[in-house]
């Protein structure tokens, strides 16, 4: 058993379904969620930007005696997650896409599609190892740039956030898939728009469920499972914004300390707190 926290980062808003989902799959655990809200979104970023980003952000957890770091976004897990984990050895490092490949390889469809940000399209990484475990399967990827920055807002569920996904997934590329791989910690949060969309002709596949159950598995395979009752949750982001505190609200529905840190100055004091 451990009672160290579990340190979780994307870029915003979109590793929190992560969180959520863990939370429900594993209640006891403590965990420190770092939102990289001041270079939001990676997906427009270059790879060493992300790199970088994505070190500073596990080396920070790392320091905070995380038991484990899940790299809660697709950009950074399809472009630093070979890099981080070179990098950092003494605890496990856990990516976003790994799991999904093993669910997919389980029912290989005829045709799979892939919808995430530029830079997780960019790094092939899904067709790449989907390719390995289906091979007849065909795989068709679609750059989806909007999408994030849409949800990061708060524009989902709603009029602004249809006409964009409908503008999408009508795509030709995407005709006559048989499952959609929704490659980015944020489309969770749209899941039911996009599965509305194809009238459930079709499996949407998004990460948060697939993840938390395959953490469970690791964990226990560890023996770092917390039955310890005393957990806490501390949130932490390098700029505040409005929509990362309602959202985190949104899903934890209990009274939250936000606090803003930027790990990228000399001096990485806390700059603000924010109770929710």
């Not at 969180?19 to 594993?26: G, I, P, T, V």
């Amino acid at each position: 058993m451990s009672t160290d926290p579990i340190g979780i980062f994307d870029s915003g808003i979109g590793g929190l379904t992560i969180a959520y989902a863990l939370k429900s799959k594993l209640p006891n655990e403590s965990f420190i969620y770092f939102g990289d809200t001041k270079h939001l979104p990676y997906g427009e970023k270059s790879e060493e930007a992300i790199k970088y980003y994505s070190l500073q952000i596990a080396k920070f957890l790392e320091q905070k005696r995380c038991k484990a770091i899940i790299i809660a976004c697709n950009s950074s897990s399809s472009v630093a997650f070979k890099y981080i984990s070179q990098h950092i050895t003494s605890i496990p490092i856990y990516n976003v896409i790994d799991p999904i490949i093993d669910i997919v390889s389980q029912d290989c469809s005829k045709k799979i599609g892939v919808i995430g940000t530029k830079a997780t399209i960019k790094s092939n990484v899904y067709p790449q190892k989907i390719s390995e475990c289906c091979k007849q399967t065909k795989i068709v990827s679609l750059e989806t740039p909007l999408l994030a920055p849409m949800i990061e807002e708060g524009f989902f569920n709603q009029e602004i956030s249809i006409v964009i996904i409908k503008n999408y997934l009508e795509n030709k590329c995407l005709e006559n898939i048989d499952s959609l791989i929704l490659a980015c910690t944020h489309y969770p949060l749209i899941k039911e728009e996009v599965i509305k969309f194809y009238n459930n002709r079709i499996k949407v596949i998004d990460s948060a469920e697939i993840i938390s159950e395959y953490i469970m598995k690791e964990f226990k395979k560890l023996n770092i499972i917390n039955t310890n009752k005393n957990y806490s949750h501390h949130f932490i982001i390098s700029n505040y914004t409005k929509s990362f505190e309602k959202s985190a609200f949104m899903f934890f529905k209990e009274n939250i300390k936000l606090e803003e840190i930027d790990i990228w100055k000399s001096n990485s004091l806390y700059q603000k707190k924010y109770i929710v």
